[in-house]
């Protein structure tokens, strides 16, 4: 959600910027090119000034002669020698030319009115009496071409002569692409700053979703106790913020109810269910011969019924738990656990292999920690037949620590996968072994109530591989 509203915001920024910065683009070229037209135009018109009003020069004021002649012929002269330094300072092919197209003045000597193209449409329209229109605009991508401007002199109403300025467009260019570059600048400048705004506009915004996200996160994974601290944001999400606390209020004193009942349960059926069997066994005292089967059936029932109470009230106990996990070396806790069922297994002729390294530390609960180990072992040795082996491992991740224990039993098709671990449930291929289908279930609840969880996977060739996993640093509500 997050992503998806800081790219509308980003992309409607990038909107307004374009569409103020496309238009500036445009203004900007537009500018420096009529700066440049207005120059022409300038110039020209001190050329046309400086016309003379009579006709054209005589011999003596041909280029290259110093002296100038008489009459005339010095304005003439001065206009020539001005043409030329005009054109040597700027570049600027410049020519003033009667109306037969005969020059009067020009620089470079070889220029002539052009017979095509964008100089010859601004030379006829001054010959008409206007001065010539706009050039077509320069773009920094535009050819290498000139920017031509004319204007007409104009005695007694009559166009006598054409002043015609041929300017180069590579500093326009250059100048347009600067400033464009200036432009672009700002608005990079501009859009960074959007982009800024815009991560602390999204984050403001999505504030009370983000912690009513890491409240239900938090409830999710057990820590049933969080809730949404009232805000100040808008009233639809401090009204959800109150629905969701009374919410999780309600769903807490129905688990804490429902489990409160669980243990009162189990505990107040061990006292009926110990009479029951003292007084089975006083019974079995006074039974003839020949009641002996069913005697053990009835002491066989008796005593898995009061695991089952036991498992009962182990479960209802680790539900009800809020440990606080700690620092630990699980390796050194594996280990423990590993040589406390070493003569168990050894009794009912199974090998139990321990391979890991030498240290591992976590953030776990070390009694719920310890407490899921021995449900899981004792599940592995029931199911491992004799002259097999129970392997326990330590794989340490990167965020992770995972204890593994593989058995050797039958394993578990990929249906009964999906279910192991469900309280009371025993696959149909293995109700003869004994136990109550709590063991795991109770295994799992300690882990997640320390912020780890439990997995399961099939082994080969055979048999099944739970993985206990505990965080390596502690996760914090909402992690």
Sequence with gaps: MRNRLLGILIALMACVLAALGVPLAYLIAASEQSKVVVDRIDDAARFAQDLPTQGRPNASAVKGDPQPGPGDNGRLYALTSEADRYHELYGVRIGVFQRDGSSIAVAPDDWRPPAAGPGRQAYQEALAGRRSHNPPQ?????????????????????????????????????????RWLVLAGGEALAMIVAIL??????????????????????????????????????????????????????????????????????????????????????IGLELPEGHEEELVAVREEGARLARVLDDLLGLATAEGSRPEPEPVDLAELVRTRVDAWTPLAERRGVTLHWEGP????????????????????????????????????????????????????????????????????????????????????????????????????????????????????RRWPGA
């Design 138 to 178: 320069v773009w920094p991508w535009t050819p290498e071409r000139t920017l031509a401007v004319a204007l007409p002199v104009v005695r007694d109403g009559d166009v006598v002569a054409v002043v015609l300025t041929e300017s180069p467009t590579g500093g326009l260019r250059s100048r347009i692409l600067h």
């Design 197 to 282: 705004l815009a991560v602390r506009l999204t984050g403001w915004v999505l504030l009370p979703v983000r912690t009513l996200d890491r409240a239900t996160h938090d409830i999710a994974t057990g820590r049933l106790g969080a809730r949404v601290a009232p805000s100040s944001g808008p009233p639809e999400l401090r009204r959800l913020a109150r629905s969701f606390n009374d919410m999780a209020d309600h769903v807490g004193l129905a688990i804490d109810q429902q489990r409160a009942f669980v243990a009162d349960a189990s505990h107040q059926l061990r006292n009926p269910l110990a009479a029951l069997l003292l007084r089975v066994e006083l």
């Design 358 to 473: 030498p240290m591992a530390h976590a953030w776990a609960d070390p009694i719920g920690f310890g407490s899921a180990l021995d449900a899981v072992l004792d599940n592995a040795l029931k199911f491992t037949p004799a002259d097999s082996t129970v392997r326990v491992g330590l794989l340490i991740g990167k965020d992770e620590v995972t204890a593994t224990v593989t058995d050797a039993g039958p394993g578990l098709t990929e249906e009964e996968l999906a279910r192991v671990g469900d309280r009371f449930w025993r696959s149909s291929r293995h109700q003869n072994i004994d136990g109550s289908g709590l063991g795991l279930s109770i295994a799992r609840t300690l882990l997640l109530a320390g912020g780890g969880g439990l997995e399961f996977a099939p082994a080969e060739p055979n048999g099944l591989t739970v993985r206990l996993v505990v965080p390596r640093r």
